[in-house]
């Protein structure tokens, strides 16, 4: 299987609103997993938006990188990257997306406070835009 019939897979996959593909060739299996919410619009992706008019108080949300598991933490690290309450920098590595052995940093979009607790919890699948978490502007 090559990306072209990856592609075609991912087309197939959209166009008939499946959300979920499994395929199988003796050892090895191919997984492939599509979010349909209603959030999955353009906003729902993790591109940087402006976000200067937003108000002071008003959450934003940190979203998966890419699809793989979520992981709150460093596999050499003892304990979570970033917890609810902690202050954070823009870009700083908050969480961790897990593809095979490859892991995948996600950043804060600018500086904060993490607001509430992980969305999702640890060595979940996560889908490209998933919420993750939410920081706020507000430092107090």
């Given at each position: 299987m090559?990306?072209?019939d990856i592609e075609r897979l991912v087309a197939t996959m959209e166009s008939s609103g499946l959300t979920r593909c499994?395929?199988?060739d003796g050892d090895e299996?191919?997984?492939l997993v599509r979010c349909t919410?209603?959030?999955d619009d353009d906003e729902s992706r993790p591109h940087l938006a402006s976000t200067k008019s937003l108000p002071d108080d008003m959450p934003i949300s940190v979203r998966a990188p890419c699809s793989g598991n979520f992981r709150c933490a460093h596999p050499l690290q003892l304990e979570a990257a970033e917890?609810?309450?902690?202050v954070v920098s823009e870009g700083q590595s908050l969480a961790?997306?897990?593809v095979e052995s490859v892991l995948f940093p996600v950043t804060a979009p600018s500086a904060?406070?993490?607001v509430g607790p992980m969305?999702?919890?640890e060595g979940t699948l996560v889908g490209y835009g998933d919420r993750l978490m939410e920081i706020s502007y507000t430092v107090e």
């Amino acid at each position: 299987m090559n990306i072209q019939d990856i592609e075609r897979l991912v087309a197939t996959m959209e166009s008939s609103g499946l959300t979920r593909c499994v395929i199988t060739d003796g050892d090895e299996t191919l997984t492939l997993v599509r979010c349909t919410r209603a959030e999955d619009d353009d906003e729902s992706r993790p591109h940087l938006a402006s976000t200067k008019s937003l108000p002071d108080d008003m959450p934003i949300s940190v979203r998966a990188p890419c699809s793989g598991n979520f992981r709150c933490a460093h596999p050499l690290q003892l304990e979570a990257a970033e917890s609810e309450g902690s202050v954070v920098s823009e870009g700083q590595s908050l969480a961790y997306v897990q593809v095979e052995s490859v892991l995948f940093p996600v950043t804060a979009p600018s500086a904060g406070r993490v607001v509430g607790p992980m969305l999702v919890p640890e060595g979940t699948l996560v889908g490209y835009g998933d919420r993750l978490m939410e920081i706020s502007y507000t430092v107090e």
